[in-house]
């Protein structure tokens, strides 16, 4: 029987009105699809998006969420609900060798929001944030945890992380939240 | 911390992205059996240990996945190009001494 982990349920990061604001993501299907280019159109009207072909590109329609991570891998994030189906759809309409895995359970989602969002996020991720384009996603160091890092606009980013590296992320968030709060 | 150009991503990214993967374009014998022990030590272990300009593979892990060449001054650590992995060294490169 699978043993469901939540690392960070129950936790909660006071928010900052009006300039920051932690949360965890509602519960989502993640799939990781590994697949060569040719098949890409095709498995994109499987899963209801348009899988993008740029490094770091991301197709975003309502809870669905397509990132183009690297040249034959792509993560796709959907509506709890949908995995198995879209699952199914894959194995009837691919026209190439694919290979879809449901990470779901393996990462959880942190949601970071307000004009602070920039400052906080980039005490502890080296990677330049204010120059990343909006509507962009990479994969990315948190410190030391490897995470996917999404910027749907510059005062709205979403995390991705293993639940294990979850509770060090969200601790260094509550440590940031706390220093914004005080204007450190 | 170094930024790093993955010609990939095409982007400068932060160093703690990339793993290093040793020097670059060493060819695999095309057949190990026909080589010598000395030959094959040579082609498994030994290596040029440049002090200056050095051409080294290296993966940018935690980012495109992808694997690319870089040439980089040992003595300052300066990245003086990258490039793809598969494609010839930079001719620009060759002149600057170096070695094999």
Redesign the interface.
């Known amino acids: 029987m699978i043993q469901e982990c939540k690392t960070l349920q129950g936790t909660a990061i006071p928010g900052i009105p009006g300039r920051l604001a932690v949360t965890l993501a509602p519960d989502c299907a993640r799939l990781v699809l590994r697949l060569r280019p040719e098949g890409r159109a095709a498995a994109g009207t499987a899963l209801g998006l348009t899988l993008p072909d740029r ?2 590109e991301v197709d975003e329609s309502g809870e669905r969420l397509a990132i183009c ?3 034959d ?1 792509w993560f796709v994030l959907l509506p709890e609900c949908e995995a198995a189906a879209a699952d199914e759809r894959m194995a009837a309409t691919a026209t190439s060798p694919f290979s879809l895995v449901d990470v779901s359970h393996r990462e959880v989602g942190i949601a970071v929001c307000g004009p602070a969002a920039t400052l906080a996020l980039s005490s502890f991720c ?3 944030l204010e120059s990343m384009p909006a509507g962009s996603a ?4 948190l410190d030391r945890a ?1 995470a996917v890092l999404v910027k749907h606009d510059a005062e709205r980013y979403r995390i991705e992380v293993w639940q294990s590296f979850a509770d060090h992320v969200w601790s260094l968030l509550a440590a940031v939240s706390r220093e914004i709060a005080l204007d450190i | ?1 170094l930024l790093i150009t993955c010609p ?2 095409a982007a ?6 990339f793993a290093y993967a040793g020097e670059a374009h060493i060819a695999r014998p095309a057949d190990p059996a026909a080589l010598g022990d000395e030959a094959w030590r040579d082609y498994l272990y030994i290596r040029s240990n440049t002090r200056g300009l050095h051409v080294e593979r290296w993966r940018h892990i ?5 694997f690319f060449n870089a040439a980089r001054d040992t003595v300052t650590d300066k990245f003086a190009a990258t490039y793809r992995a598969g494609d010839a060294r930079p001719s620009a490169l060759l002149s600057e001494g170096v070695q094999r």
């Open positions: 490094f770091g991570l690297g040249p891998e080296a990677f330049d990479t994969r990315t160091i490897p | 911390m990939y991503c400068a990214r932060p160093e703690i992205e935690n980012g495109c996945g992808r």
